[in-house]
């Protein structure tokens, strides 16, 4: 039972909203908790708390902006004697401005999340690649083997040849010739760019699978946290009303145009 993922959902959890889209509720990442979140804690969990803050921010708004709306609707004859709810032009600027001062502070929220989990994943990342570099990377006898290894490789037969032999290494967790081969420019150890990426990953998830994981899951929180912002942006231009400018302010920008 992971008891640092429970509490953290438990305080950021939020009242559903049937108004409101499931795409906001900052339980439409829970799949990502178990990954980011653990006895260790970290940038992982950093990640999970900022996203899951900012998609409560935006949900509990937009509800709020919704009920507001709905309750300013009023009945609105047409010109052509239809009836339909709306609201109503003189409540409009009062509920405009409510909005948008609402829609700045879930800006400021986003951004604030958006920048810690772009410093998380850039953490994660950095311990990838520690652990996929040789402890004594500076020592000119590690750094002759590792020419040599690269030389090796070139000099095998074929490209079939060179990744079994990667595959092997890694799997064995052979740090020296992975780090020797990643260390340096794919085409040194005559791989191309597919297979270069193709071993990264592979070595990425074998030295490093924790911090791998994470960095992943740290992507895909992102990504929801991106489209749920585009969601809550949508959805409140829907609800914005529009302001139809008086006589008198007609008149005014006339003149001061002319």
Same mark, same amino acid.
């Given at each position: 039972?992971?008891?640092?993922?429970?509490?953290?959902?438990?305080?950021?959890?939020?009242?559903?909203?049937a108004?409101v889209s499931?795409?906001?509720?900052?339980?439409?990442?829970f799949?990502?908790?178990?990954?980011?979140?653990?006895?260790?804690?970290?940038?992982?969990?950093?990640?999970y708390?900022?996203?899951?803050?900012?998609?409560? %921010? #935006?949900?509990?708004a937009?509800?709020?902006?919704?009920?507001?709306?709905?309750?300013?609707?009023?009945?609105?004859?047409?010109?052509?004697?239809?009836? =339909?709810?709306e609201?109503p032009?003189?409540?409009?600027?009062?509920?405009?401005?409510?909005?948008?001062?609402?829609?700045?502070?879930?800006?400021?929220?986003?951004a604030?999340?958006?920048a810690?989990?772009?410093?998380?994943?850039?953490?994660?990342?950095? =311990?990838?690649?520690?652990?996929?570099?040789?402890?004594n990377?500076? =020592?000119?006898?590690?750094?002759?083997?590792?020419?040599e290894?690269?030389?090796?490789?070139?000099?095998?037969?074929?490209?079939?040849?060179?990744?079994?032999?990667l595959?092997?290494?890694?799997?064995?967790?052979?740090?020296?010739v992975?780090?020797?081969?990643?260390?340096?420019s794919?085409?040194?150890?005559?791989?191309?760019?597919?297979?270069?990426?193709?071993?990264?990953?592979?070595?990425?998830?074998?030295?490093?699978?924790?911090? %791998?994981?994470q960095?992943?899951?740290?992507?895909?929180?992102k990504?929801?946290?991106y489209?749920?912002?585009? %969601?809550?942006?949508?959805?409140? #231009?829907?609800?914005?009303?529009?302001i139809q400018?008086?006589?008198?302010?007609?008149?005014?920008k006339?003149?001061?145009?002319?």
């Amino acid at each position: 039972m992971n008891d640092r993922l429970n509490k953290l959902n438990e305080s950021s959890a939020v009242v559903l909203d049937a108004k409101v889209s499931p795409a906001l509720h900052p339980d439409a990442i829970f799949p990502q908790g178990s990954i980011l979140v653990d006895d260790n804690g970290g940038p992982g969990e950093t990640a999970y708390a900022a996203c899951r803050s900012a998609l409560r %921010t #935006m949900y509990s708004a937009l509800s709020e902006i919704e009920a507001a709306h709905r309750a300013q609707l009023a009945a609105v004859s047409s010109p052509k004697g239809e009836v =339909r709810m709306e609201v109503p032009a003189e409540r409009r600027a009062a509920l405009s401005d409510a909005m948008a001062r609402r829609f700045e502070s879930v800006a400021n929220a986003h951004a604030r999340s958006e920048a810690a989990i772009e410093e998380s994943i850039a953490q994660l990342q950095a =311990r990838i690649a520690n652990s996929l570099a040789h402890p004594n990377r500076e =020592r000119a006898s590690v750094v002759q083997v590792a020419s040599e290894i690269r030389a090796h490789m070139k000099s095998m037969g074929g490209a079939g040849q060179r990744m079994e032999f990667l595959q092997n290494a890694i799997a064995e967790g052979d740090i020296e010739v992975t780090a020797a081969v990643l260390g340096s420019s794919c085409w040194v150890s005559g791989l191309d760019k597919k297979q270069f990426a193709a071993v990264k990953d592979a070595a990425e998830r074998r030295f490093a699978p924790r911090e %791998t994981a994470q960095r992943d899951a740290a992507e895909r929180v992102k990504t929801a946290l991106y489209s749920a912002s585009r %969601t809550f942006t949508g959805r409140y #231009m829907e609800l914005l009303p529009t302001i139809q400018p008086s006589v008198a302010d007609q008149a005014l920008k006339k003149l001061k145009e002319a």
